[in-house]
């Protein structure tokens, strides 16, 4: 059966603009980092990124490593993308990144000049694609001077093989230095994808979000449910294997009793607010418009209807709000 985008998908959900430029994104995007490729079923892959599409998520975030093995991830896309999303593609925001680890050798990572042109092109080819809406730079290189890196993703876009670049996982002080070379060169540049969340705050205070506006980019944030924990799976405890990602490691420093009971007690505000502890996270995310969007991750239909239905209540209270605060500094 050929693929018929729903009539009303953008009634669906809120989308916003990246600051003051003139890219939209949707609220939410979906990120294709570990749910999609390999064994995963191609038509469950499939079904679930239509379904996506057809609640409103017209941004699909990718990278050159992404999927249970290096790289299947984007293939996937590429498959679903060539058989039923390709008339879409006017509509659609595609983002891949490079940086980690890709192929074999020293130049198979990080953000040399080669490095960074032969993944989107790589990239390319396996989604099927002529262009990608935003490349990213997926990490900061400690060893390639930042000119060099700023210089190869502005190429790509005199390449016409990327309309935007933006990088990831850049302190706030790396992405002021690479923003100013991106601002000499006239690059467009339009965002950071950070790990950003109610219990990880740390970018919040870290400036980032101020350079990020005032250079006309926004943050994109990854990880919004800090591994599962904001959801309701760990309300009654952690288990000793739980696979916390780097960027959130510090929130177990007092301990796990300690962050369950401020899971708990997150939970009974969201039960307030007739909201999934999920469905709260998620819309704290969006109280600041310097977020451009949240990117989010599944392989199940079910679980992404269930997510996406926080939009039905984004309003705080400003003691909602406080409180939110007040538990999370608990």
Known sequence: MVYQAAADRYDQLPYRRVSDSGLIVPAVSFGLWRNLGDQMPLENSRKVIL????????????????????????ETFGQVYQSDLKPYRNELVITTKAGYHMWPGPMGEFSGRKTLINALNTSLQKMHLDYVDIFYAHRFDPNTNLEETARALDDLVHQGKALYVGVSNYTAEQTKAIAEIFQELGTPFIGNQVSYNMLNQQEKNSGLLDILDEHHAGLFAYGPLAEGLLTDRYLNGLPEDFPIHKTNAFLFEKGRDVLVEKLQQLNQLAKNRQQTLTQMSLAWLLQDQRVASVVIGTSSVDHLQQNLSFTENLTFTTDELAEIERIIQS
């Open 51 to 74: 379904e996506a599409f057809d609640r409103g998520i017209f941004s699909f975030d990718n990278a050159f490593n992404y999927g249970p093995s290096n790289g299947s991830a984007e």
